[in-house]
């Protein structure tokens, strides 16, 4: 099929030209500052330099802020599989008494504003002293990402037929020779999807942390927004760098997602529509 | 009798299978039912005294705190509702199969990596008074004085715009292409035409998508929180409620005042969501033709 395209089509395709036009001119503003000398009424800076990035990585302490975000992503990525997994496993298949219940419960973390649950959370977290700690990040990040991981697990584990199950049950499989040797393998494409979608939800998701980071237990975003927030102390260039950064990070992040995850497939799974 | 009875159980559904559902049960009750409720009952017992409804009181009687509520509405929903518009006449072009498809979705997703403050500072720069936009503006003629975009209103709607779009743009595109084709050809050999087909089988198949969709977005347009303060006035026209619970928690350490405060925004986003849930149980919600 080719696009055809109408005189509507030209008014859309116009309307998102001048969006990404304008989003290039954003996105290009940043990468040229950060790589700028001195900027001020100009259309260029009035030369350039990469020592933006030295200074970020130092004053910044960019290390230890990225072992800590890949560090608090992977165990974020690791603990909802574990726990959401079999969770939706059951919400898939059975049936029983008080399940709306369940999933409602389930829901609302992700229906809910981070700010909300956030601030009474971060009080309890504080109360028995995870908050400020890389444990209370972790824990806070989770409330979201375990019922995230459940709800795109489930469309996954129903397409699994049951009677392959059953099948194996009858030839004498326990329950964990079945989940080991039947599902996991099956559902490894629904884990990788689910998994590289926390990943990138975790290194994005600024509020939670920002509620519960102490200084040694910040992420990029939050160490991002505190370098921006503290304007004037240091110089806007090397807050420029440390978001291209970031930007460069998730970039990463996003393109190993496309790898395994088809964007369009991501809530109705069909076959793509064969060419004509 | 005891297996006569577990066995009227596992007809109901409840058998060993369910301890599954044990960890994220216990997960999701310890971090979030139980700081939840926590949150509510501090939030009646208000620092300064002054009985239960004292911090409901103060957030409702102090014009300051309570038009917070109408500043993040008026945020929130015209940014949800032009993200999920905008993604529909696009997703709809990009539906199907041809070549430079994954190209072109890779770009329209790409503005998801960007992150709040590179957005931040990309409008402070790019949309500023001496950015290149005003340059361009000037230079053309079209305008005589810079046009003021950022630390107002007007940053902080083009922000959601730019982080939210794409979210919106991808769930739209994976609801319209959970479509049965088929359907819409179907109606074409009917004699249905273009618009018609759009009218009567498209929009009511997508319309619950569409509302999922909305909901979504607006639940990230409403915890605006980092751009309203970067790019905003967040004294004034983009003093957002959730900037208010922060200050009550973070700056004056009133955690029983910040926690009403949660309160009430969740309350005002879940008014929002319930509204957007019963129109949308009036729709169509069976199959749409797609597999599961």
């Known amino acids: 099929m080719r696009l055809r395209t109408t005189p509507l089509g030209w008014v859309i395709w116009a309307v998102v030209a001048f969006f990404f036009v304008n989003l290039a001119g ?99 977290l504080y109360k028995f002293g995870f908050a400020g700690h890389l444990s209370g990040v972790v ?21 699994v037929d049951p009677r392959i199950e059953d099948a194996a049950r009858m030839l004498g499989a326990g329950t964990r020779a079945v989940f080991l040797k039947i599902l996991a393998p099956l559902l490894v494409p629904g884990l990788l ?40 102390i240091r110089a806007q260039q090397s807050v420029d760098a440390m978001a291209v950064i970031y930007t460069a990070m998730m970039l990463v992040l996003l393109v190993v997602a496309l790898r395994f995850v088809n964007p369009t497939q991501l809530v109705a799974r069909v076959k793509e529509e064969p060419s004509e | 009798m005891s297996a006569t009875w577990q066995h009227r159980l596992a007809e109901r559904g409840v058998d060993r299978r369910l301890w599954l559902l044990l960890p994220a049960t216990i997960f999701v009750l310890l971090l979030f039912v139980y700081p939840f409720l926590y949150g509510l009952s501090l939030s009646f017992q208000p620092l ?58 890779t770009i329209l997703v790409v503005p998801i990596t960007l992150g709040t403050v590179l957005t931040a500072q990309g409008l402070l720069n790019y949309l500023g008074p001496t950015g290149w936009l005003n340059r361009i503006l000037l230079g053309l003629h079209i305008v005589d004085n810079p046009i003021r975009l950022t630390n107002n209103y007007w940053g902080v709607f083009f922000s959601l715009v730019i982080t939210g779009f794409p979210f919106a743009f991808l769930l739209v595109l994976s609801y319209l292409s959970g479509i049965d084709p088929t359907l819409e050809r179907a109606a074409a050999t009917l004699g249905a035409s273009k618009a018609q087909r759009f009218r009567r089988i498209t929009l009511p198949l997508l319309a619950p998508g569409l509302a999922t969709t909305f909901l979504l977005t607006f639940v990230l347009a409403f915890s605006v929180f980092p751009s309203a303060v970067l790019v905003g006035n967040p004294a ?30 969740g309350v005002v986003e879940l008014v929002v969501v319930a509204i957007v849930l019963v129109w949308r149980s009036r729709l169509y919600t069976g199959s749409t033709g797609g597999k599961g």
């Open chain 1, 26 to 124: 954003v996105v290009l503003s940043v990468l040229v500052s950060s790589f700028g000398r001195r900027w001020f009424d100009t259309w260029l800076p009035n030369g350039f330099t990469t020592q933006w990035y030295g200074e970020a990585w130092r004053e910044f302490t960019l290390f230890h802020v990225i072992v800590v975000t890949l560090l608090v992503s992977a165990l974020v990525v690791v603990l909802s599989v574990l726990v959401g997994a079999p969770a939706a496993y059951v919400l898939a298949r059975k049936n029983f008494p008080g399940k709306r219940l369940v999933y409602l419960t389930f829901l609302l973390p992700i229906l809910m504003p981070p700010i909300t649950y956030g601030i009474p959370l971060a009080t309890v």
């Open chain 1, 139 to 159: 824990l806070a990040n989770l409330v979201p990402s375990v019922p995230f991981v459940i709800l795109t697990m489930t469309p996954f584990i129903e397409q």
């Open chain 1, 193 to 232: 999807a689910s998994a590289i979608l926390v990943l990138v939800r975790t290194v994005g998701m600024f509020e939670l942390t920002f509620l519960t980071a102490g200084p040694d237990s910040q992420t990029l975003v939050v160490a991002l927004y505190y370098s921006m927030s503290a304007a004037g």
């Open chain 2, 48 to 105: 300064n005294g002054g009985g239960v409804l004292a911090n409901y009181n103060e957030f409702f009687s102090d014009a300051y705190q309570r038009d917070t509520i109408a500043t993040t509405l008026k945020i929130a929903l015209p940014a949800a509702l032009l993200n999920v518009l905008a993604a529909v006449p696009i997703a709809f072009r990009l539906r199907g199969r041809f070549r430079g498809k994954r190209l072109l979705t």
């Open chain 2, 236 to 265: 004034g026209s983009t003093r957002v409620i959730s900037l208010a619970a922060y200050q009550a928690a973070y700056e004056q350490y009133d955690y029983s005042y910040a926690s009403a405060i949660a309160m009430v925004m």
